[in-house]
């Protein structure tokens, strides 16, 4: 099926269906895990999709196709405008976008996961500081290898009261549930991309066995391994384990205090309940 302007691709992954009615884009976004947002900007006036774009609800995997080489060439904003969307991929210009290679987009594990992670906080308008950022960097390259968090503070030269008081101090997570997420995340990235058993890719992260595995990821994100192989993408894998952190008091970074005249000054607010964009702002769930 030949993509319009915004299509979306959902599970079961079989067809593009392009969006007619952009406003009601957004609560469509929200209606499936692993929903996937194509945008192609040889059709129609991507202007008029930017902010759509932009602003879409986390979770949402963007896939970007660009105008034919020679309209880029003359056009260097479209990169830019590209970049602020942060895309999950960028295809070349192609009429028709096979939904194989689609879902094989969706289902590749990131280059550099720890720094997509990152990055993907600061989209989510959850900002922390350079130290910070290095220390939640480093536990996710290492959740694959590292199972405790005295291995962890080892390796980081950190003592765990020191470790856990950054994390703290910030509104984050404790730093046993970013081990334990990045190891969820991985899980989920090698259910999706592979055929192996839930039992091979449980004992190959540390796991007893498949069942000890489906505990913990439904633990964290309420997602069962059957729903992270069906349903493509790691982003609303992420953003499922940050509504848990929020909905339980543990992802309370410093922002700057709601506009509602009516919450206390003083009142917590997790950045995940109201709009952002990359300048910090968290965005419209």
């Known amino acids: 099926m030949r993509a319009g302007a915004l299509s979306i691709f959902s599970p079961p992954y079989r067809w593009l269906e392009s ?25 129609g006036d991507w202007g008029r999709a930017f902010d759509l774009v932009r602003s879409r609800p986390g979770g949402v995997a963007l896939v970007v196709v660009l105008p034919r080489a020679e309209d880029v060439a003359q056009d260097r904003e479209v990169l830019r405008v590209v970049e602020v969307c942060r895309p999950h991929s960028i295809l070349p210009y192609h009429p ?32 922390v500081d350079g130290d910070t950022r290095r220390l939640i960097r480093r536990t996710i390259e290492l ?9 962890l ?33 991985r899980a989920a990235l090698r259910l999706q991309g592979t055929d192996d058993t839930l039992f091979t890719v449980a004992c190959d992260l540390g796991y ?23 349903c493509l993408g790691w982003e609303w894998v992420m953003e499922s384990w940050l509504r848990r952190e929020a909905e339980a008091g543990s992802l309370l970074p410093v922002f700057t205090p709601p506009r509602d005249a009516e919450r206390e000054p003083d009142a917590p607010r997790s950045p995940l309940s109201r709009p952002a964009n990359r300048e910090g702002q968290s965005l419209a769930m």
């Open 19 to 43: 969006v007619t009615d952009h406003s009601t884009l957004p609560g469509r976004l929200r209606t499936s895990p692993g929903v996937a947002l194509l945008w192609s900007l040889e059709e």
């Open 96 to 127: 028709e976008p096979s939904t194989d290679d689609l879902r094989s987009l969706l289902c590749r594990p990131p280059e550099d996961l720890a720094i997509e992670v990152t990055d993907y906080l600061a989209w989510r308008g959850i900002v």
């Open 143 to 151: 959740a694959g290898e590292i199972k405790s968090v005295s291995a």
């Open 153 to 185: 503070s080892r390796s980081l030269y950190l003592s765990r009261r020191a470790l856990g008081r950054r994390f703290l101090a910030r509104g984050l997570p404790v730093p046993s549930h970013w081990l334990h997420f990045g190891r969820i995340l």
């Open 208 to 230: 007893p066995d498949g069942f000890a595995l489906s505990n913990q990821m439904y633990r964290l994100t309420g997602i069962r391994p059957t729903t992270a192989r069906e």
